[in-house]
């Protein structure tokens, strides 16, 4: 790997570039920002978000347990209890304005790339190293708070429930959570030897990869064959 003046995480940033650009081009964000995006398509995604965050919660959990100090497991852990509270209330609420109870959020089926992704996640919490778990959890937070802000530059949709989606990702208290993961993962980074940081930069492509592939799936509305 060549050497880096930047910040690790801006390098990986760097690494990653096509695909972020793709999430970025991709119809289904597209929509969001000028308020074409189909409703029914919008709900499928609301759904299959609502059970990621099950997966992704447990994810700062197993997270905090490794921490290599306690400012950062507390923080950790907090993020994990507000998931699991605060932003689940928020997306049942949110769902509510789609016409989507409690009750279908709750019997929702994972689809091909919610299973993919939260099985990756969590197989990487267990079987990697701590490096490699922040790595993988940070293009969720990075990625989303990115295209919020992006999003925003291009003004309000007219349909207010997606105006609302891009105040949440715009707003400040969301992008400093996701600066705050930056440092937790150059924090991490420091040190190691290029065999950690090369498990670290695929942890974070892979997640990236995910991501892009939840706009798909949510676009096409996709579900198992059989």
Excluded: N
Aim: glycine share 4%.
């Amino acid at each position: 790997m060549a050497e880096m003046t930047k910040r690790f995480t801006d390098h990986l940033r760097e690494l990653a570039a096509p695909i972020w650009q793709a999430q970025h081009k991709h119809p289904f964000v597209r929509g969001i920002g000028d308020g074409s995006l189909d409703p029914e398509r919008f709900k499928f995604w609301v759904r299959q978000d609502y059970i990621f965050l099950v997966d992704y919660a447990r994810l700062f959990s197993l997270a905090a347990a490794r921490a290599p100090d306690a400012a950062t497991t507390e923080r950790l852990a907090a993020l994990a209890h507000s998931t699991l509270t605060v932003e689940m209330d928020l997306h049942r609420s949110y769902a509510a304005r789609f016409g989507i109870s409690r009750k279908e959020l709750e019997q929702e089926e994972k689809s091909p790339a919610t299973q993919g992704y939260g099985d990756f996640l969590l197989r990487t919490a267990t079987l990697g190293d701590y490096a490699e778990l922040v790595a993988a959890v940070l293009p969720c937070m990075w990625s989303f708070s990115e295209i919020g802000l992006r999003l925003a530059e291009g003004g309000r949709p007219a349909d207010e429930r997606y105006a609302e989606w891009i105040d949440i990702y715009s707003a400040p208290a969301f992008a400093e959570l996701a600066t705050w993961c930056r440092e937790i993962v150059d924090t991490a980074a420091q040190g190691l030897p290029p065999s950690a940081l090369k498990r670290m930069e695929t942890a974070f492509i892979t997640s990236s990869r995910y991501e892009l592939m939840f706009w798909e799936s949510a676009w096409q509305q996709q579900t198992w064959p059989a």
